[in-house]
C-alpha cells in the first residue's frame, strides 16, 4: 500500500474528522465565550468595582517590578469564562439530558432472597447463594 493511500486512509477516518470539527467548533466557541465575557461581563463588573482594567496595578521589590494587576486581569477573566461556560453551556446542556432520559422506572427483573437477602431473578425456584427454596410470590 502506497503512503499516500494511506495518509488518505487516515484522515479520511471518522475520529480524525470528528475531532477536526471538534477542534473548529470548540475554536469558534472560544470567541463566543471571549466576546461574551469581554463586551458584557467585564464591563458589568468594572461598573460595580469601579475600576474597569487592573493591568496598571505593581509593586517594585529591590528593584524588580512586579506586575500583579496582568495577573489579575487574567485571573478574573478566565474565572469569568468558566463561570460563562457553565451557567450558558453546562447547566442548561445537563437540564436538556435530564429532561430527555425521565421516562417510567424499568420492572424490576430481581427480587431479595428471603434467606440471604441476595438478588435473584423474578423466576428464580432456588437461591443460587444459598440454595434456600424460592416459594413463587415472595
Known sequence: ?????????????????DLAVG????????????????????????????????A?????LNGSKFLYGDFLNA?????LVAAAIFFFI???MNLLIARSKKGPPA???TKKCPECLSEIPL????????????????
Not at 32 to 42: E, G, N, R
Open 75 to 79: 485571573l478574573i477573566s478566565f474565572i
Open 90 to 92: 453546562i447547566k442548561p
Open 123 to 138: 423466576e428464580a425456584k432456588r437461591c443460587s447463594h444459598c440454595t434456600q427454596t424460592i416459594v413463587p410470590g415472595l
Open 107 to 109: 420492572d424490576p427483573t
Open 23 to 54: 477542534v473548529v467548533v470548540g475554536a469558534a466557541f472560544g470567541t463566543v465565550v471571549s466576546a461574551l465575557v469581554k463586551d458584557i461581563l467585564t464591563p458589568f463588573i468594572s461598573a460595580i468595582a469601579k475600576v474597569p482594567d487592573f
Open 56 to 60: 496598571g496595578l505593581a509593586f517594585t
Open 1 to 17: 500500500m502506497s503512503i499516500l493511500k494511506e495518509f488518505k486512509q487516515f484522515l479520511l477516518r471518522g475520529n480524525v474528522v
